[in-house]
């Protein structure tokens, strides 16, 4: 009886924790500081991931891409870090799938295929982060997190434009 008592727990909590993401998911939560650096930290680990896929497969252009994207999130991170410390947040980060794990498919994936499912990949992820950062800027509960939220919007929105127009040529 216990053993169904604590399955049906683990449903009812799963269930509020699916409530919960796909609030913020849709926008209908307004985000905390904590929520923001978070959601940051989760960006800037797939962008780590996008590195660690390069390093698989992929062209030289693709390699540099990564590297660079993969510098500016360890910068992003660092300078979240302060915030965090600061502000005395602790982000709940997720564990979710890594860029690595959605870029590797089947060995028919190299070559240009691999090049533009590199491209699609981070569009998503920038839109989301993007959205967060929007969101927050409604009503920021932290001066220097709206500040540093602020400064990465025009360069993640950047970003994004340059790997759609990529994703287009390819």
């Known amino acids: 009886m216990r053993i169904l008592v604590a399955i049906i727990l683990v449903f009812i909590s799963s269930a509020a ?6 609030e913020q998911m849709r926008g209908d939560h307004t985000p905390t500081a904590t929520d923001v650096i978070g959601g940051l930290y989760a960006f800037g680990r797939f962008q780590q991931g996008l590195l660690e896929s390069t390093d698989l497969k992929g062209n030289t252009e693709v ?24 502000i005395g947040a602790e982000p709940r980060v997720s564990k979710s799938a890594s860029a690595g794990a959605s870029l590797a498919e089947p060995e028919s994936a190299d070559g240009p295929t691999y090049v533009r499912r590199f491209y699609a990949a981070q569009i998503p992820e920038y839109e989301a982060a993007i959205g967060l950062i ?12 709206g500040v540093f939220a602020r400064e990465q919007l025009p360069i993640l929105r950047a970003q994004l434009n340059d790997a759609e127009r990529t994703m287009a040529d390819k």
């Open 17 to 22: 924790l699916a409530d919960s993401t796909a």
């Open 63 to 86: 390699k540099n891409l990564a590297a660079l994207r993969a510098e500016e999130a360890a910068k992003r991170d660092k300078a979240l870090k302060e915030i965090q410390d600061t």
């Open 134 to 145: 929007e969101r927050y800027l409604r009503a920021p509960d932290d001066a220097a997190l």
